[in-house]
């Protein structure tokens, strides 16, 4: 059974200098527009039949982004199709600023138990280079606000590696963010992807990252201070109380199947994953007429399966368990991966016990390495 949804909200009232994510200048008409597309795609899949479903996250973009009357519109659709009631996490994404104490009641009126804040930095300036419209008083009055209205599960996204940032930066960031003793926290390090305003930049020479060096004392001074404050870490970049874990990035490092709605969105189904159309126009036209928005439709067999399982299992602090892996591909870990296994625990990047392979601490710094040591040849495991 499918016990996840993704649900993409693409609309930004500014769009940030580093982001490659889908997203369009919010219009009204245009929300509009795309919320009844949106409508469209999820009846097709789900049938307006009310399914149950462990964990929603409606993502963005900037899902607050929208007008109140277009928010509960959204909130009605994800209410026909789903039983919000069964459901254990529901998030929303939003930008501090966004969030209006009218929006907040809504949320919480139709089961909305869990805000993912996107801050980034406790630094007006950086913020501003960053293309952010919000400041840091903004994070203030809206978590005060989500507080008196009963929304506790909240988590706040931190950004490090950026322009001009220092690790006495980033020192300060974190402890801000930790001062409001929230239950989860995310931190990131800066991507320069293209097509960006910060890709732009960087081919012109006129944008400067922190040596690796740096980034990598950063993301250790990270994993300190919220050992320090109690946020264990249980995923590569995400802190938590024991309890608060996102339960719904958990079904994505579980390797388990979920839906996915709206433009570029990305689902993955028994067999196959689902890469929705980008576009507006084309989005929008395709789910009008077939429910199907579809661009690409990658056939996942067991070979994808199994380096999904590692790639995605490792990520987790606990790493990937030996039995569950043999229930689920009838394969010994050993049998599949012995000798990448031994090399890697050898590195001091992997660590084996009787149950599990997890990355240590450290490898955690090489992971992308660790992951691309787990690409399977061209073997038959359908047999």
Not at 70 to 91: G, H, K, P
Not at 262 to 287: C, D, M, Q, T, W
Not at 330 to 346: P, R, T
Request: glycine content about 6%.
């Amino acid at each position: 059974m499918i016990s996840s949804t993704y649900i993409h909200i693409p609309f930004c009232e500014k769009i940030c200098h580093y982001c490659d994510f889908t997203k369009f200048f919010y219009e009204e008409k245009m929300a509009d527009q795309y919320l009844q597309a949106l409508a469209k795609e999820m009846s097709f899949y789900l049938e307006n039949k009310k399914h149950p479903m462990r964990t929603i996250f409606v993502g963005g973009g900037t899902p607050t982004a929208l007008n109140l009357t277009q928010l509960e519109y959204l909130l009605t659709i994800i209410d026909q199709n789903i039983d919000v009631s069964s459901v254990l996490e529901y998030t929303f994404e939003a930008n501090p600023g966004d969030l209006n104490q009218d929006k907040i009641k809504l949320l919480q009126s139709y089961g909305v138990n869990r805000i993912s804040m996107g801050v980034q930095v406790f630094d007006d300036h950086m913020l501003e280079n960053l293309g952010r419209l919000h400041r840091v008083k903004d994070v203030d009055q809206n978590l005060n606000h989500l507080l008196k209205y009963g929304i506790q599960n909240i988590s706040i996204d931190l950004m490090y590696g950026l322009p001009n940032q220092t690790l006495d930066n980033f020192n300060d960031s974190i402890e801000q963010a930790l001062a409001y003793d929230l239950p989860h926290y995310s931190s990131y390090s800066l991507q320069i992807e293209p097509k960006t305003i910060f890709y732009q930049r960087y081919q012109k020479g006129k944008l400067h990252k922190p040596p690796e060096e740096e980034e990598a004392k950063m993301f250790e001074l990270l994993i300190e201070k919220m050992k320090q404050s109690g946020k264990l870490q249980y995923e590569i970049s995400n802190f938590a109380e024991p309890g608060y874990e996102s339960q719904h990035n958990l079904a994505y490092w579980n390797n388990q199947h979920y839906y996915g709605f709206g433009a570029g969105a990305s689902g993955y189904l028994p067999g196959k994953r689902l890469i929705n159309l980008r576009p507006f126009p084309a989005y929008v036209k395709e789910a009008n007429l077939s429910g199907q928005p579809v661009l690409h439709t990658e056939t996942i067999g067991k070979k994808e399966q199994i380096e999904e399982e590692l790639f995605l299992g490792l990520r987790k602090r606990t790493g990937v368990n030996k039995a569950q892996f043999k229930h689920k591909y009838h394969w010994k870990i050993a049998d599949v991966y012995g000798q990448q296994i031994a090399e890697l625990v050898e590195r001091g990047w992997l660590e084996e016990t009787d149950d599990h392979i997890r990355m240590t601490e450290h490898g955690q710094l090489f992971g992308n390495e660790v992951f691309q040591r787990f690409l399977l040849d061209e073997l038959d495991f359908d047999n």
